[in-house]
């Protein structure tokens, strides 16, 4: 069959590297596309959220399966269009299964009416509203006294709609920036959301709307400078699986994972893709941090990799309601991905400077670069093209060599004004306590 993925990053690229290897896979186009996809794949002219032009491709190319890859297109309805106007097989959920990465008030409410462990909260359409709120939770005469709130923007922000507030001074901050437009239409409603302690840990699982089938852990890294310091990112570097996890700890992840397709069902809504569960490990036990619609950036890329089984098959089971015919085989290696960034990145960094490297770097054992930000200029010359350029991931039979393959490849790539952080999984390595100093 002729595949469609739609999408330009990096997890785009690890999705098509992996389709391309299936005897299903006749033809991959993938819409935009990077300068990665373009060497394994068809890339063309489409706009993702464009319901029209996806349709008419769909007929024209007669494509068989189409994959969305970001989150954007899956809110603006574009799987529905798929599924019942070109009859089409599709990977990824409907609008109303978006919502629960769309809306991150739907998202909460979805949580509490399936007891689904989650942090205390509340969501707010008046400005005066939030900042009381957030007077209340900061003063310990009136409220709890809490030293840290999160604020979110509601809707879609690329990533840089939460904040985490470390005083009430903050916090404040945080509430004007959602309500004077700093994130668009997305922070017309502001949630506020009391903080948790802990790891972070990333839980993603195939869903057909009735099967549920679990992928391995991961943990990515979202500030950018080390130590975690700094702005929140798309992700800086990632790891899989995350070995800090118990036993109990991935039985509580799981069962989460289960209420959440479980309460779709009873919703009436279909859901035929990935669904993402970020956790974060308190005392407590997990609790889910958020849920989005679709494979994450940069998880998919240590991910994918450890994937044995064929991912077009699974793609083409789930779209159809036929995953429980499925089972996921993974490979035992260990996953490490870290992410080369332009200067300046999250806020203003320059592109089009020339990538050099990318070849060297695939030849050493282990590793594999996948591209992001990256575009062939009309000389057929690599160049920068966003905030996170290059992902390069790197399997190894221990957490360490996984590490080091994945350092190594990183320097053999250069281009003007490279960044990353050089501490992706050093914390994991040196256990569970280091979370608690």
């Given at each position: 069959m002729n595949i469609l993925l739609l999408g330009s990053g990096g997890r785009e690229h690890a999705i098509a590297a992996s389709l391309v290897k299936s005897p299903l896979c006749d033809e991959l186009f993938v819409a935009p596309g990077n300068g990665g996809t373009a060497g394994i794949a068809t890339n063309v002219k489409l706009n993702a959220c464009d319901e029209a032009a996806v349709l008419e491709f769909v007929e024209n190319h007669q494509i068989g399966l189409v994959v969305i890859g970001p989150e954007a297109p899956l809110v603006a309805g574009i799987a529905d269009a798929v599924r019942n106007k070109a009859h089409v097989p599709c990977f990824g959920p409907g609008y109303e299964g978006a919502r629960l990465e769309g809306s991150k008030q739907f998202a909460k409410q979805f949580m509490d009416a399936h007891?689904?462990?989650?942090?205390?909260?509340?969501?707010?359409?008046?400005?005066?509203?939030?900042?009381?709120?957030?007077?209340?939770?900061?003063?310990?005469?009136?409220?709890?006294?809490?030293?840290?709130?999160?604020?979110?923007?509601?809707?879609?922000?690329?990533?840089?709609?939460?904040?985490?507030?470390?005083?009430?001074?903050?916090?404040h901050d945080a509430v004007d920036q959602c309500f004077n437009g700093a994130f668009g239409d997305a922070g017309k409603i502001v949630v506020i959301e009391d903080a948790l302690t802990g790891p972070e840990c990333s839980l993603l699982a195939f869903v057909d709307g009735a099967t549920m089938r679990p992928m391995a852990t991961a943990q990515d890294h979202k500030r950018a400078l080390e130590g975690d310091k700094g702005l929140n990112t798309g992700g800086m570097g990632v790891y899989s699986p995350v070995p800090i996890v118990t036993e109990d700890e991935y039985a509580a992840m799981l069962s989460a994972m289960q209420r959440a397709c479980d309460g779709l069902v009873q919703e009436g809504i279909s859901y035929k893709g990935v669904l993402y569960g970020g956790f974060m490990l308190t005392p407590e036990g997990p609790k889910v941090l958020e849920f989005n619609a679709r494979f994450g950036d940069p998880e998919t890329q240590v991910i994918l990799p450890r994937l044995k089984t064929d991912l077009a098959e699974v793609m083409l089971a789930v779209a159809n309601g036929r995953l429980s015919e499925i089972e996921l085989e993974w490979r035992d290696e260990w996953a490490v991905s870290v992410v080369l960034a332009s200067k300046g990145y999250p806020q203003h960094y320059d592109t089009g400077f020339e990538i050099t490297g990318i070849e060297e770097a695939q030849k050493l054992p282990g590793v594999v670069v996948y591209h992001a930000g990256t575009k062939l200029d009309d000389a057929q010359i690599l160049r920068t093209a966003g905030g996170r350029v290059i992902n390069v991931t790197a399997l190894g039979n221990t957490f360490e060599e996984a590490r080091e393959r994945a350092y190594a490849g990183c320097d053999v790539i250069q281009f003007e004004g490279k960044t990353l952080r050089r501490d992706i999984g050093e914390r994991a390595l040196r256990g569970r306590s280091a979370w608690e100093a």
């Open positions: 007891g689904i462990p989650t942090a205390g909260w509340q969501a707010f359409t008046q400005s005066d509203e939030a900042h009381n709120y957030v007077d209340q939770k900061f003063n310990p005469a009136c409220g709890e006294g809490v030293r840290v709130l999160v604020v979110k923007a509601d809707g879609l922000a690329a990533g840089k709609g939460v904040i985490v507030a470390q005083s009430c001074e903050e916090a």
